[in-house]
C-alpha cells in the first residue's frame, strides 16, 4: 500500500503551508482515515516570524521533527520550548488544552508532524524534546520515541515506536515486524526501494502481514519508520483503498 507524494491534500494559509497524508474529516461521522495508531503525519513550511493561532483540540500524542528551522511551543500550562532544526519534539495533549506555535526566526522551517491516538483518554498534558543528530541516525534506524523511553527516545503513552535513518546511497536497512505489529515508512528526502517498488520524497507506505520491513536508498536519503500494533479491533488498511495509489 503506497500513498504517493501526490496524492497528499495541500492547504496553504498565509505563511503556512501543510500537505496531509491522510484526507482529515468532514465531520463527526466521517470515518478516520488513519492508519491503526496514525491518525495524521502532516509536512509542514511555515514562514519567518508566523505564529499560528492559540487552538485546543483533541487527546492525541503528536510528535514532531524539525528538518529545518525553528519553532517555539507555548500552552496553557505555562510551558514555553524553543524546538531546533534535528530536534524531535513529543507532547500529550489532553482535550481543551489551549496551545500555540511560533517561527521565531527570519527563515522558513520544515517540520514533520506525526500525530497519535493514546491507549487512553485524559492524558496529563506534558512535553519534552531532544536532538537526534545526523551521525546518531546514519546508516541505520535510530530509534527516537517509545513507550518505555529506552536508549534516550521520547517517552510515548500507546504502543508504537519512531525511527529515523539517514542513508547514503546503496545502504540497506531492515527492521523486523512480528505479527501483530503494522508499519508506516515515510520518505522525508530522496528515493528508497521497498518491497521492488521505488518511493520517492514525500511518499509513504504502510505494510500490514510482513515480516520485515525491507528498504535500500537510491541516492542520499532520509525516513521516518512508525512500528505500531496492530490488533484485530484497529481499522484495517482495505477501506482506505480509495485514498491510496500504487
Known amino acids: 500500500m503506497v500513498r504517493r507524494a501526490a496524492t497528499r491534500?495541500?492547504?496553504?494559509?498565509?505563511?503556512?503551508e501543510s500537505w496531509l497524508t491522510f484526507a482529515p474529516p468532514t465531520s463527526s461521522l466521517t470515518p478516520r482515515a488513519g492508519f491503526d495508531a496514525l491518525d495524521q503525519l502532516v509536512e509542514e513550511r511555515c514562514g519567518p516570524h508566523s505564529s499560528s493561532a492559540p487552538a485546543r483540540g483533541p487527546d492525541a500524542e503528536v510528535v514532531t521533527y524539525v528538518h529545518s528551522g525553528s519553532f517555539?511551543?507555548?500552552?496553557?500550562?505555562?510551558?514555553?520550548?524553543?524546538v531546533q532544526t534535528g530536534e524531535f519534539h513529543r507532547m500529550a495533549l489532553c482535550?481543551?488544552?489551549?496551545?500555540?506555535?511560533?517561527?521565531?526566526?527570519?527563515?522558513?522551517?520544515?517540520?514533520?508532524?506525526?500525530?497519535?491516538?493514546p491507549s487512553q483518554i485524559g492524558l496529563e498534558p506534558s512535553a519534552e524534546h531532544r536532538r537526534f543528530s545526523a551521525a546518531e541516525r546514519s546508516g541505520a534506524l535510530r530509534l527516537i520515541a517509545s513507550p518505555d523511553a529506552r536508549d534516550g527516545s521520547l517517552r510515548l503513552h500507546l504502543d508504537a515506536r519512531l525511527?529515523?535513518?539517514?542513508l547514503s546511497s546503496g545502504q540497506h536497512v531492515v527492521h523486523e515486524l512480528p505479527s501483530d505489529r503494522s508499519a508506516w515508512l515515510h520518505v522525508v528526502a530522496g528515493e528508497i526501494t521497498?518491497?521492488?517498488?521505488?518511493?520517492?520524497?514525500?511518499?509513504?507506505?504502510?505494510?500490514?502481514?510482513?515480516?520485515?520491513?525491507?528498504?535500500?536508498?537510491?541516492?542520499?536519503?532520509?525516513?521516518?519508520?512508525?512500528?505500531?500494533?496492530?490488533?484485530?479491533?484497529?481499522?484495517?488498511?482495505?477501506p482506505r483503498t480509495e485514498q491510496e495509489t500504487t
Request: aromatic content about 6%; proline content about 3%.
Open 9 to 16: 491534500q495541500h492547504q496553504r494559509r498565509r505563511a503556512k
Open 163 to 166: 525511527y529515523s535513518a539517514v
Open 95 to 117: 482535550r481543551g488544552l489551549r496551545r500555540s506555535e511560533t517561527n521565531p526566526s527570519s527563515q522558513w522551517t520544515h517540520l514533520f508532524r506525526l500525530w497519535l491516538r
Open 72 to 82: 517555539t511551543y507555548r500552552d496553557d500550562t505555562g510551558r514555553a520550548e524553543l
Open 194 to 238: 521497498l518491497e521492488g517498488q521505488i518511493l520517492y520524497t514525500g511518499d509513504s507506505a504502510g505494510l500490514v502481514a510482513e515480516r520485515v520491513v525491507s528498504l535500500t536508498a537510491r541516492g542520499n536519503a532520509e525516513i521516518l519508520l512508525l512500528d505500531l500494533e496492530h490488533p484485530h479491533h484497529l481499522n484495517s488498511p482495505e
